[in-house]
């Protein structure tokens, strides 16, 4: 029973961690069309601002998650003038992957000599440190803290997707970015937003979710995968296909390292292959002619 | 994509095996020219022939059948466990490991291909790094049979034909290593215009219409993922018996992405291609990183997007363009 409720806070916690970090993944993939392993280095680099704000700066945890989110929206505009706007929808698989394999390689590499190669811890304040009691056991508050932001995200981007004007224009152009063009909606303006918000939202999981996924000098790499993975499984562009893939990911990875810690990663990708196999297109997702 | 990919006439009939001489010409004398300028690191040389056999194995996949795969290494690493594992049991001719190197290869390929050649894009990309991170992770938890993380060592492959022994300053093991290279390179190069060669470029231009003109697709492309397994295996064979270690480097999700690096830095689709960028890539690493890895990494970086913006078909091209005029209709590896 102790069990079962440590692998559900984790798993969710985890979870969640994962859902805010793909989710922007997801998004951009659905609409643009870019298999982004650089993701993660954008994950990175708000960690690592996070980091330098609190620890040298000295200012709150949550003026950091915003310098981190903000910081990380500037820092990618020139990639996405320079480099981005090159490969949305048209390219072949190949040459994505290689341009972004290529970011990621540049960014790993500048801001280890930027803030120096070792592991950056982000301090929680004390409102977030420590257990709180739930009435008959006690979890970390902060694991509480990262489930409550996720499931602010979800909810928050669904109403930006399903209730706004923006997300209609949104999804007219996953559905049909020329039709939606000559209708009057700048699909431009649409891809730059969406990857600023998928950046920005990319940061502030990867600042939310130091304590679990810990920002070190190859985080870019080590994580790039997983992210893939849980787009992947979920579908590509669906709010519910990442959620679920997320918590289901995290599920088999969490029971994976409580029952059998010596084939933790081996239970991972054997549910990913398998998940892949059987819905190349994701549980969630739509294939794209 | 609309390039023309047979770019060769077949043309008159001259003396036969001359581009297949001419090929393994070319290797011995860059292996010459390679021992003269580093006569002292005969094993980096070694080592950069052992990798170059895995941008040869990518290359039929991802450059002749149009496959984007980022767990490439695991063939590689395969047959390199396969080899250390059998020789620290008491296999230790070293031909005979390489035939077992070639077999685990050739096993792992096939997998490999029956898993990810059924879908292309997305799909495709992820069932590729699973596979790949799957047997990277199986490395690391069998730790009774790898090593886990120190590593398998202690592998001392006996005399080649029972007479040259391996020493210190891998002299053999480059010997070796090389003689192999020429006799995969020339047989390659025989295989890639083959019917089922050309076919597989056909399948990678419009797998479609081949469909439509009756290809079995789906199988064509494992036979040739495990004809690319064979060569990784060939490569892991030789790095395991000449650095007498394996580590989980070498079935790594890096080691996978660098190979990739390196194919499309020299041009993915010719087999010259590959060669060259393996050689450019490792010996630019050799020099670089030696300094600082940071600085390596984000060199790497730079140079992958400009050659994604600038020369997407890799530094062959202007090569090739400049054979291809001098030969007028002529002939390009």
Known sequence: ?289 | MTDIAIDHVPGKRSIPFVQEGLGALTIIALGAVGCFLFPDDLALLTRLIGISFLVLSLDLVTGYCGIATLGHAAQFGVAAYAVGIACVRGVTDPVALLAIGIVAGTLMGLISGALIARFRGLPQLVLSIAVGQLVAALANKLQWLTGGSDGLSGILPGKVFGIYSFDMYSRTAFLFSLATLVVVFVALSRFVRSPFGLLCRGIKDDDLRAKMIGVAVYPRLVIMYGVAGAVAGVGGALTAISTGVVGLDSVGFERSAEVLVMLVLGGAGHLWGALAGALIFQIFEHIVSAANPFHWMTLVGLLLILIVVFAPRGLIEPVLMLVRRRAGKGRPS
């Open chain 1, 1 to 289: 029973m102790r069990t079962a409720l440590n692998i559900a806070t984790d798993t969710l916690a985890y979870g969640m961690v994962l859902f805010i970090i793909s989710i922007g993944l997801s998004i951009m993939m659905g609409l643009m069309r870019v298999v982004n392993l650089a993701h993660g280095a954008f994950a990175m680099i708000g960690g690592y601002l996070a980091s330098y704000a609190i620890r040298d700066l000295h200012v709150h945890y949550s003026l950091a998650i915003l310098i981190a989110v903000v910081g990380t929206i500037i820092v990618s505009i020139p990639f996405e003038l320079l480099l981005y706007r090159r490969i949305y929808r048209k390219s072949d698989p190949l040459i994505q992957v290689l341009m972004t394999i290529g970011i990621t390689f540049f960014i790993i590499g500048v801001v280890n000599f930027v803030f120096g190669p070792s592991l950056k811890t982000i301090p929680l304040p004390a409102l977030l440190s420590g257990p709180l009691d739930i009435g008959f056991r006690s979890v970390p508050t902060h694991r509480l803290f990262v489930i409550a932001c996720g499931v602010a995200t979800a909810l928050a981007l669904w109403l930006l997707i399903e209730k706004t004007e923006f997300g209609i224009k949104l999804r007219a152009s996953v559905d049909h970015s020329g039709m939606a063009d000559a209708l009057g909606i700048r699909t431009e303006i649409i891809y730059a937003v969406t990857f600023a918000l998928a950046i920005g939202l990319g940061a502030f999981g990867g600042v939310v979710g130091a304590e679990i996924l810990p920002i070190e000098p190859f985080y870019a790499l080590r994580y790039m995968v997983t992210f893939l993975v849980v787009v992947s499984v979920g579908g590509a562009g669906s709010i519910m296909g990442a959620l679920s893939a997320s918590l289901l990911l995290g599920l088999a990875d969490t029971t994976g390292k409580y029952l059998a810690p010596e084939f933790g990663e081996f239970f991972f990708y054997l549910t990913v292959i398998v998940i892949v196999f059987l819905f190349p297109h994701g549980l969630f997702g739509r294939s794209h002619a």
